[in-house]
């Protein structure tokens, strides 16, 4: 079993930034590729972004691109989530995931789930 713990979300004017840290208890950090999704009100969770566990690799979403970095710091056994230029639609329940997939993109393919981190984006 691996515990997932979010942290670093809050209230912040659009154009600011917040980093979301995950913090992962487990062994094997290095070997999850850790994802990023986020679930507004009223709509489906979304990826976000994800990382390999080297951290060699990542992938964004379109909607993110240019504005949020996912990073890890796999001694730490953390994954961050840096996020610039927040805009209102980027209100949501951020939640990070552990994967035993090569960079996996889809929530269905993440084991482990943290309970969320609300960010809000006040216009």
């Known amino acids: 079993q691996v515990q997932l713990v979010e942290s670093g979300g809050g209230l912040v004017q659009a154009g600011g930034s917040l980093r979301l840290s995950c913090a992962a208890s487990?062994?094997?950090?290095?070997?999850?590729?850790m994802g990023w999704f986020r679930q507004a009100p009223g709509k489906e969770r979304e990826f976000v972004a994800a990382?390999?566990?080297?951290?060699?690799?990542?992938y964004d979403a379109d909607s993110v691109k240019g504005r949020f970095t996912i990073s890890r710091d796999n001694p730490k056994n953390t994954a961050y989530l840096q996020m610039n230029s927040l805009k209102p639609e980027d209100t949501a329940v951020y939640y990070c995931?552990?994967?035993?997939?090569?960079?996996?993109?889809?929530?269905?393919?993440?084991?482990?789930w943290g309970q969320g981190t609300r960010v809000t984006v006040s216009s």
């Open positions: 995931a552990a994967s035993g997939l090569f960079v996996a993109t889809t929530s269905k393919h993440y084991d482990y």
């Open positions: 487990t062994n094997t950090f290095s070997s999850y590729t």
């Open positions: 990382i390999s566990g080297s951290g060699g690799t990542t």
